[in-house]
């Protein structure tokens, strides 16, 4: 159900920023954005490659900085995924450059705080 009504919303989405084609599939006119969509079902090896552990998901791509963000994104939620939307195609490549490697950072950073914590915890108990 969630995925449904999230369905909805998202062609409406795509119809308003992706390329116009024709009948014959064909670009007639270039957006500012490309969509996709994956039946999880049909492509579990696919899905569970990109990390996704809850339906419905996105993820914001841009080459050649690869994957910008993704989130679970259910139709409450999409107001969010228009804001970041938005934001994306307001930003220079500079500035997604920049923003990628600061949430890269961010995610080293917390991998290293938890590769601490499970250090520090480990010689704790061996203390004990």
Do not use: W
């Amino acid at each position: 159900k969630s995925c449904q009504k999230f369905g909805v919303q998202y062609r409406h989405l795509a119809m308003e920023d992706a390329d116009k084609m024709d009948r014959d599939g064909q670009v007639v006119s270039k957006g500012t954005v490309r969509f996709a969509q994956i039946e999880f079902g049909a492509n579990t090896i696919l899905c569970k490659s990109l990390g996704i552990k809850r339906l419905p998901t996105v993820h914001f791509y841009k080459q050649p900085y690869g994957k910008l963000t993704g989130f679970p994104c259910g139709p409450k939620k999409f107001d969010i995924l228009c804001e970041t939307l938005e934001e994306y195609k307001a930003m220079t490549d500079e500035e997604l450059k920049l923003k990628k490697e600061l949430e890269e950072g961010e995610a080293l950073l917390d991998t290293i705080a938890d590769d601490i914590k499970k250090t520090s915890s480990s010689k704790q108990q061996q203390q004990q």
